[in-house]
């Protein structure tokens, strides 16, 4: 019978079925970060155990590191404390960390795929629910919680139930001016942001066999805004030319042996799904979420819905939605008045999101009322984007140009909004006090999208600017 | 860190409840990722739900009639977004024992098995019909039954499902699972050297 990459990968991690009925599953690579981790390696100190398997475990710092001044100490002694901790548990178990002084620091899943330590075929775990990101190259990635970091650690295996497989595919070719964002905030519109609960998601069809790596990323990424703990796309020639050469990717001859075996992975021809969904690829407009939750979204030339088009039981978080957002039901999103423009996050941080924004960035300068933030993803990243002269783009056009991390996405650094501040942002999530700010408000959309908002001063249509 | 263990079984727990109304409450919702800057979680229950309480004076973690409560009732998707452990952490050290609801995201699911927090679904009519007696009676006991999967309110019984495996887990007392796992032994070595990316290309 023909299988899926999920069967595959699935059977050749299970260590065995455990009394519950979950399997014990093999995690081939540990990611870990600065804000998940003290409490586990704690745990693990205070049972008296080691790192099961050091060389599967890589850490970096990304969530509270000032994008500004980043030499320590940090003037935040509590983001401080958590670097400290870091640094110390990272020496004191022999787990390597991608500190700034390696030049390879960056967001967890920038980094990742960067330095081709993602790879088809793997599971791969985080303290981080946007681990499903990693899922891209074909590798069954998802976030757990600090105690099941320490589990990880300790026994390099989780106790896991095996996820129903739904395939999304997008079927027909993207229109101009539509990106990957819009691709997987549209999907999230359509089946909604529990609909992926206790499924992975393939994403599959001629849209998505089209994209580039970076756009698999973006798309996998949301997932779990989705419902869905993992998703990913199938190894295919984009993934093996993407992975050739990256550091911890394998060299030479024995690089060719992998793509034969990364072959083998994908979900093969005539595999059956528990469920199928399709979307239509060429239907999809720039999209741009009105909410708080990222489901609440419109194409850019709609209009916000109103609390009676949602089925009964959705209708108080649309109420609610419309008051914390200060939005009128029937109002167009487009021309809603800005503060704040983010282009970055694990999301949108990689070079291709910068490329995108700076496009648009050369047709204008950021709004007077505006204030506007480029934050790469990794250092790698900003190296690449200085390179092209992408930060002088920007500059130019008054954005502020700053170091890598998590930043603004979630607001655990100095970057966040303040009061009802309204942001344009390539992050993932519109949530109630995300961006750092308990009244403040969201907007999601593309980097395109965000840079379009940031030089109109609200939000636009990016295919008026670029046209 | 325990194998299975009547201690940590996770049978019945009984106590009071407090609604907390609304679908897709997540993880930044019930603490906001700037009280996340700790080293440990000892602090967390004290942010449990910071904003949304001085957002909103009624709601229910603010309210004394709750004080005590140890079951929380909620709506659809609770717990969706951030995989941060935080949040069950808050919940946990804040008085909650159990939680009933809707549905709930899955990783926060997850983290609450890992506490020995139990999640029991119950239908959207079974909910509504709770948290509006909850409210009109918060001292009536509240109970949950993981094993026969049932939550009981003053002389209803109320049918609820949680999945196989996290119920085994709790019933069993086998939820805090790294002793469970370190069972496995050289299994684990075993499984990792038939990995061509562990063995080598």
Redesign the interface.
């Given at each position: 019978m023909a299988r899926t990459l999920l069967d595959k990968v699935w059977e050749a991690h299970t260590v065995r079925t455990l009394p519950s009925g979950q399997t014990q599953l093999l995690i081939g690579l540990h990611l870990i970060h600065e804000v998940t981790t003290p409490q586990a390696f704690q745990m693990l100190k205070d049972a008296k155990l080691k790192v099961r398997m050091p060389e599967r475990t890589f850490g970096t710092l990304d969530h509270i590191i000032p994008t500004t001044d980043q030499t320590r100490p940090y003037a935040d002694p509590l983001a401080e404390e958590m670097a400290e901790h870091m640094f110390r548990n990272m020496k004191e178990f022999g787990l390597p960390l991608f500190d700034m002084a390696t030049g390879k620091q960056g967001i967890v899943h920038v980094i990742g795929p960067e330095l081709g330590l993602t790879q088809p075929g793997m599971t791969i775990a985080c303290g981080d629910s946007h681990t499903a990101t990693h899922g891209a190259v074909g590798a069954i990635a998802f976030g757990i919680g600090t105690t099941q970091v320490r589990d990880v650690l300790a026994t390099q295996c989780l106790a896991m139930a095996k996820p129903k497989l739904r395939q999304v595919r997008v079927d027909g070719a993207l229109a101009p001016g539509v990106y990957a964002k819009d691709v997987i905030l549209w999907i999230i519109n359509v089946l909604g942001v529990k609909g992926g609960v206790g499924y992975a998601y393939e994403y599959a069809g001629p849209v998505i066999d089209r994209m580039t790596m970076e756009e698999r990323l973006t798309v996998c990424n949301m997932s779990i805004e989705g419902g869905a703990r993992f998703g990913y796309v199938n190894p295919d020639q984009t993934t093996y030319d993407y992975l050739r050469g990256r550091q911890y990717a394998p060299q030479g001859a024995a690089f060719d042996r992998a793509v034969a075996q990364w072959k083998t992975v994908a979900t093969e021809p005539g595999a059956s799904f528990d469920d199928v969904k399709t979307i239509a690829g060429g239907s999809i407009e720039p999209v741009v979420t009105w909410g708080i939750t990222p489901g609440m979204s419109v194409g850019v030339s709609q209009s916000i819905p109103t609390p009676e088009s949602a089925p009964e039981d959705e209708r108080p978080t649309y109420r609610e939605a419309l008051s914390h957002m200060d939005f009128k039901a029937g109002q167009p999103i487009k021309g809603a008045k800005i503060d704040v423009a983010f282009v970055g996050s694990c999301t949108n941080g990689r070079l291709s999101d910068l490329r995108a924004a700076a496009e648009v960035a050369k047709k204008g300068k950021v709004a007077k009322h505006v204030r506007a933030l480029i934050v790469p993803g990794s250092q790698q990243v900003a190296k690449e984007a200085e390179a092209e002269g992408l930060h002088e783009i920007f500059r130019q056009a008054g954005f502020e140009w700053r170091k890598a991390g998590c930043s603004m996405c979630l607001g655990m650094n100095p970057d966040q909004l303040v009061g009802r501040e309204m942001s344009a942002s390539s992050s993932n999530r519109n949530f109630i006090g995300r961006q750092g700010s308990p009244t403040g408000r969201t907007l999601l959309m593309s980097p395109a999208m965000v840079a379009a908002a940031a030089i109109t001063g609200a939000v636009a249509d990016v295919r008026e600017i670029l046209r | 860190?325990s194998s299975?263990n009547a201690t940590y079984a996770r049978k019945q727990i009984a106590g009071r409840g407090i609604p907390v109304?609304?679908?897709?409450i997540?993880t930044?919702?019930i603490i906001?990722?700037?009280f996340?800057?700790?080293?440990?979680?000892a602090n967390m229950g004290e942010h449990a739900f910071e904003?949304?309480k001085?957002?909103n004076p009624e709601h229910p973690f603010n309210s004394p009639a709750y004080k005590g409560a140890s079951v929380l009732v909620v709506?659809?998707?609770f717990g969706?977004?951030?995989?941060?452990?935080?949040a069950?952490q808050a919940l946990m050290r804040w008085g909650i024992r159990a939680i009933v609801g809707g549905?709930?995201?899955?990783?926060f699911f997850?983290?609450c098995v890992?506490?020995g927090i139990p999640c029991l679904r119950v239908s959207?009519a079974d909910l509504e019909w709770l948290q509006k007696e909850i409210s009109r009676s918060p001292q009536t006991p509240l109970s949950v039954d993981v094993e026969k999967q049932e939550v009981r309110f003053g002389d209803r019984v109320i049918k609820a499902t949680v999945?196989?495996?996290?119920r085994?887990?709790l019933v069993?007392g086998?939820w805090d699972?790294?002793a469970?796992?370190?069972e496995?032994g050289d299994?684990?070595e075993a499984?990792?050297k038939?990995?061509?990316?562990?063995s080598?290309?």
């Open positions: - | 860190m299975s109304t609304g679908n897709d997540d930044d919702r906001p990722a700037r996340l800057k700790e080293v440990t979680f904003d949304a001085k957002a709506g659809q998707n969706c977004g951030s995989s941060r452990e935080h069950p549905s709930f995201g899955e990783i997850g983290n890992m506490l959207q999945p196989d495996g996290p085994n887990q069993n086998q699972s790294t469970v796992l370190l496995a299994r684990i499984t990792a038939k990995l061509p990316y562990v080598g290309y």
